[in-house]
């Protein structure tokens, strides 16, 4: 989205047509968000960060209780200027047309690690000013933003209904909070930001808990560092924040959602423009076992993918496909003694 200040910068600059155009953005952008209600916050939570928060349309004081997503950002967008953290994230995605019927918390981190509790001083304010649906406050987060929601959801487990982590890491001494929340963690095997062994490092604490069974473990194939923040421009990114709550049985983790490289490839913006909407997923596995997929791009022939229904197994499946059991486990990232989830997909090409 346009700043005011870019707008009149460029517009001796440029055709009058693209000027045209361009004001045209600005004013749609600018009542969207009027109706939406996105605030900035300077000073208003003691010992905390500054923040945007964001209010999705048709919400007031008589309305019901909204879900909370809380966006923790990455180094690049540190410091004072609080329009940085708009640059990217679920507040840009929001701006380039995805539809969240939820509110937003933005804070802006001028430096440093993030800290849990100065977060959870920001929740507090949420709480205590908005009608939050206190059974569904969700934190996603990328690079230093990964290492916060990871520090921050493993230290308050029972506040989080759902996290979300890409490319980073966590610094917390206790990572066992982590097993009792559905997590998902991805990272890029050509990350050379953070490389994915810091990544990998949370997912074996998690498994080396008692309670493990809500971990999902995605390693993207090939993909870099800034590749991960596609992720916000998803719109299933936030269906599977979203259909989770702390009032679920057991916590249950929904695993019918995947993100491959070739998902995140193409023009995602143009996608989010069409068609913004978000769809919450139905959860299809409530198993034991952590999930770990390794993503891996396409190459060659396009990809097949088998949705594993009652009775199948490795061995079937490979007879099917005319390859062998070996091979799916190679493509999948999995074990021959993996269980298989009804609903998930293996590829089988």
Not at 16 to 24: A, E, G, Q, V
Not at 34 to 44: E, I, N, P, R, Y
Not at 143 to 149: K, V
Request: aromatic share 10%.
């Amino acid at each position: 989205m346009f700043e005011l200040q870019d707008v009149f910068f460029c517009y001796f600059c440029i055709p009058m047509m693209k000027r045209i155009s361009l004001f045209i953005l600005f004013f749609l952008n600018a009542a969207l968000l009027a109706a939406q209600q996105l605030t900035s916050h300077k000073g208003v939570v003691k010992d905390s960060y500054n923040f945007w928060y964001f209010v999705p349309e048709g919400y007031n004081d008589n309305a019901g209780e909204k879900p909370l997503v809380v966006f923790l950002h990455g180094r690049s967008l540190c410091g004072k200027d609080l329009s940085r953290v708009r640059r990217y994230g679920p507040l840009n995605a929001i701006e380039r047309g995805l539809k969240l019927d939820a509110m937003v918390l933005a804070p802006q981190n001028p430096g440093g690690a993030w800290n849990p509790e100065k977060v959870k001083r920001l929740v507090d304010w949420a709480e205590n000013n908005y009608r939050v649906d206190s059974n569904r406050i969700y934190v996603i987060g990328m690079s230093l933003g990964g290492y916060g929601t990871i520090d921050f959801a493993g230290t308050y487990p029972d506040k989080i209904a759902a996290a979300m982590a890409l490319c980073g890491g966590g610094t917390i001494k206790d990572m066992c909070g982590l097993a009792t929340m559905p997590l998902w963690i991805l990272h890029g095997t050509a990350d050379r930001a953070v490389g994915v062994s810091a990544s990998q490092k949370v997912v074996d604490a998690v498994r080396g808990c008692a309670d493990r069974d809500r971990l999902i473990w995605t390693k993207l194939q090939g993909m870099n560092h800034g590749q991960l923040a596609r992720v916000f421009y998803l719109p299933e990114t936030y269906g599977w924040l979203l259909s989770h709550s702390l009032a679920d049985s057991n916590r249950a983790v929904n695993r019918s959602v995947e993100i491959t490289p070739s998902r995140l490839s193409g023009n995602i913006y143009r996608e989010l423009q069409k068609n913004g909407n978000v769809h919450l997923s139905v959860k299809t596995d409530t198993g034991k076992s952590s999930s770990e997929y390794e993503a891996e791009p396409e190459a060659g022939s396009p990809s097949k993918h088998h949705t594993i229904r009652k009775g199948d197994t490795l061995g079937s499946i490979a007879k099917r496909y005319g390859t062998t059991v070996k091979e799916l486990c190679r493509l999948n990232g999995i074990k021959s003694t993996t269980t298989l989830r009804i609903g998930r997909k293996l590829r089988v090409k």
